[in-house]
């Protein structure tokens, strides 16, 4: 199985609990003479196997990251490198609009507010690291497809 392939059915497992969940919980309880649309026993049954089939993929899938190694970092690193990059954009980006307010004043007398960074250079460090970004995911993408999970 390939590294994608492990993590689309990671990503399906996650659906799958999220909608037994939601499953149990309305048929856990029921008016006195009255049935269940469905067992939850056996749901939890079905909780159980996906969740434990999870945990497998999980660990399969660190350990995958762990030891693969792409333009000499692990995946694992790359990932952090990925999530840490996501968060600097964002904040970048809300830098971008603070700079980019404008404040009208009523009379010359009253305080005027001025940005201290400019909003076109902060853009232009935001389409920079977003160019990054995308490079850095499609680099990751590929690896995932050509990898073998461990």
Known sequence: MKLAEALQERADLNRKIDEIKRRLAKN?????????????????????????????????????NGKTKVKGM??????????????????????VYTASESTSRARGTEIRVKALLSAAELQKQTDAMCAELRALDNLLQETNWKTELQ
């Open 28 to 64: 856990i309880l029921v008016q006195e003479g009255e049935q269940p649309a469905e067992q939850p026993d056996e749901l939890l049954k079905s909780l159980d196997a996906c969740i434990d089939r999870l945990e497998t993929l999980m660990a399969a899938i660190n350990r995958t």
């Open 74 to 95: 692990t995946l694992t690193e790359l990932i952090a490198k990925k999530d840490a990059l996501n968060i600097r954009i964002g904040a970048y980006r809300d830098a």
